[in-house]
């Protein structure tokens, strides 16, 4: 097993380009099951998860060419589709759930095994399955009670579905099976992520005809076949902000380039009101942490366009060291604390209550041997290092690499004393 060994560094400074959004790619990828043509998708992030996406793409029957060295994928799913998904590749992945309505629309069944990922709480197939039961998707509920899901449909049909929750996957799910539905299909309280923009975009090129991404009602007027296509992923909000998390922690300096600021308003916000200096310009977005002194804030975590909980432990990250109490309140999923034990680890004496964590702040950190509970808060308990006293040794780092490309490289150039020790 690998693990991180960070050491207390001097301020970040210099350059940083994102890389594409791992949250977008893997949706992408899994819409590539819709066409039997060739598509090429440009911005792929050399990671983990897009590994895992590849080889379970493989295993239904595509043909995927990958050059991660080029940030290059080519899918072709063409002839015939296996409508099972190997549970070895489901269970390292959620997004795993994302090739459902795809399968179903191509084999007229889907068996996947419900997936896994980062353990941050529960996070139910419910409403993924209500959509496709509303557009004529039969459910075998005696397998769904042994953690199987098998759909069957001859034919989907257009409907208005309401999702009780803003669910990400779920209109993600909902989008790729109405794109070639018989009819109109109207998804009602759709989660409005950038990554759903990005998607929608992604099956308009392929001849799609959905109107609406980007709000809480997307219409889709289902269409009789889709064409292959290339296609640019968009910058990662997440990484992006966690480098601007980790520039005003450490007092630093960093230029953040490829980046989209319209997609983090409101980390961008609260870096402000912590007393950090952001500014956008043409070649991108810069954070200094050195011109003020880094003060406390309150957090609450939202669907978009609220504040993002992939960014709530990054972010926590910055307020133990900040002067002044702070309060974090996360409402997306509840056991999305589990970082909290590891800053404690190192000092920061943070209380925890239902969804609701107290950081005093104004703390001296030690360096300790920590666990990246998650992918997220592996960034964060690194970042954390970076400021603490001494060495902290960070193991299970491989949640890390499901969604930072090259993680060590960017913080290494930026001056980090970090190094990746292989066991």
């Known amino acids: ?27 992408i990828m899994a819409a590539t099951l819709l066409t039997e043509e060739k598509c090429e998708i440009k911005d792929v992030p050399a990671l983990r998860d897009v590994d895992v996406m590849c080889d379970l793409l493989e295993s239904l029957g595509a043909a995927v060419y990958k050059d991660l060295d080029a940030n290059r994928v080519e899918i072709q799913a063409g002839g015939d589709v296996l409508c099972e998904a190997p549970f070895d590749l489901v269970k390292m992945m959620r997004a795993s759930i994302l090739v459902l309505g795809a399968l179903i629309i191509r084999s007229g069944r889907a068996v996947i095994h419900l997936p896994g990922g980062c353990a941050i709480g529960k996070r139910p197939v419910e409403l993924h399955l209500k959509g496709l039961k509303a557009m ?43 794109a070639l539905a018989e ?22 090129k392929m001849g799609a005809r959905i109107k ?46 490829n980046v989209v600021p319209d997609h983090l308003k409101a980390v961008i916000a609260k870096l402000k009101e912590c007393g950090a200096y952001v500014e956008m310009g043409e070649d991108g977005v810069r954070v200094r942490g050195d011109l003020n002194e880094i ?28 002067k002044g ?30 969804n609701c964590s107290i950081i005093p702040g104004d703390k001296k950190l030690k ?23 001494g060495t902290t040794e960070v193991s299970q780092i491989y949640h890390i690499d499901r969604g930072y490309e090259k993680f060590v490289e960017k913080l290494k150039a930026l001056g980090a004393n970090i190094m990746r020790v292989e066991e």
């Open 325 to 354: 109490p702070s309060v974090v309140i996360e409402t997306v999923f509840e056991n999305r604390f589990m970082h909290v034990g590891e800053f404690n680890r190192m000092g920061a004496n943070i209380k925890t209550s239902g």
């Open 367 to 389: 360096g300790a041997q920590v666990v990246a509970t998650d992918l997220r808060a592996g960034a964060a308990v690194v970042l954390t290092g970076l400021v603490a006293e």
């Open 183 to 204: 009819g109109t299909t109207v998804l009602e309280n759709a989660a409005q992520e950038p990554e759903i923009v990005d998607l929608a975009n992604f099956l308009n």
């Open 1 to 27: 097993m690998a693990k991180f060994l960070v050491q207390k560094s001097n301020p970040l400074k210099g350059e940083v380009t994102i890389s594409g959004a791992k949250n977008a790619v893997l949706p």
């Open 212 to 257: 609406g991404a980007g709000t809480d009602t997307i219409k889709i007027d289902g269409v009789d076949s889709l064409r292959g296509v290339s296609h640019n992923v968009i910058p990662d909000r997440i990484e992006a902000g966690t480098f601007m998390v980790g520039a005003a922690m450490t007092r630093g300096n960093v230029l953040i380039k």
């Open 295 to 322: 003060t406390a804030t309150d957090i609450k975590t939202l669907p978009y366009p609220g504040f993002p909980t992939d960014m709530q432990s990054p972010f926590m990250a910055l307020l133990t060291v900040a």
């Open 136 to 178: 004529g998707v039969e459910i075998d509920e005696e397998q769904l009670h042994r953690g199987i899901i098998d759909a069957r449909a001859e034919k989907l049909k257009g409907t208005t579905i309401y999702l009780d929750f803003p669910s990400v996957g779920a209109t993600e799910v909902i989008i790729m099976a109405a």
